[in-house]
T-cell receptor
């Protein structure tokens, strides 16, 4: 089955630690995204990548880092510099039109990782 | 500021009734998308409407887009208990999606 997989589903982090959230897709999508969702809030974009070995900061990139070494994988590291990391993290992927560069189709989301600082 | 702001924020209806929610945005867009999120889960795409389209249907869903007013609406007809979820609009500009805060819809059986 094609899809996008996030792991783990739940993650606990001690203050001062870095943690890495995994996101893998087998949809052959070029674009991948990381969003953060806080209770009662919409999704805020952390980082996105449209091609291997390239990524851009979103609206709230401070305290986070990513890599895109393979098309299928886009891991997110929550560093100790992120002061309020407790949140629900969502990864998504999509096709980007090679003609327009626009995101003209739907985004597919993983089931999310709930990160809690203890 | 965040693209896409849904109104109302929370809606409670009886099964069989229609549910309508609105979304406004601030700048020009290429398309607008609606997503559903069940509690604690990822988002699921419902429908995409392009900037040159005014209305689109998919099953019990009807989406309208008014680019002159920079607004969109999502109508769910004959609601079911399984429609209980949060609904988000997202606007696409270039190569990224910007989401609103979402509407919580509760359908009472």
């Amino acid at each position: 089955d094609g899809g996008i997989t996030q792991s783990p589903k739940y993650l606990f982090r001690k203050e001062g630690q870095n943690v890495t959230l995994s996101c893998e897709q087998n949809l052959n999508h070029d674009a991948m995204y990381w969003y953060r969702q806080d209770p009662g809030q919409g999704l805020r974009l952390i980082y996105y990548s449209q091609i291997v070995n390239d990524f851009q900061k979103g609206d709230i990139a401070e305290g986070y880092s990513v890599s895109r070494e393979k098309k299928e994988s886009f891991p997110l590291t929550v560093t100790s510099a992120q002061k309020n990391p407790t949140a629900f993290y969502l990864c998504a992927s999509s096709i980007v039109s090679t003609v327009t560069g626009f995101l003209n189709t739907e985004a597919f989301f993983g089931q999310g990782t709930r990160l809690t600082v203890v | 500021s965040q693209q896409g702001e849904e109104d109302p924020q929370a809606l409670s209806i009886q099964e069989g009734e229609n549910a309508t929610m609105n979304c406004s945005y601030k700048t020009s867009i290429n398309n607008l998308q609606w997503y559903r999120q069940n509690s604690g889960r990822g988002l699921v795409h419902l429908i995409l409407i392009r900037s040159n389209e005014r209305e689109k249907h998919s099953g019990r869903l009807r989406v309208t887009l008014d680019t002159s007013k920079k607004s969109s609406s999502l109508l769910i007809t004959a609601s079911r208990a399984a429609d209980t979820a949060s609904y988000f609009c997202a606007t696409e500009r270039g190569n990224r999606l910007a989401f609103g805060k979402g509407n919580q819809v509760v359908v009472i059986p």
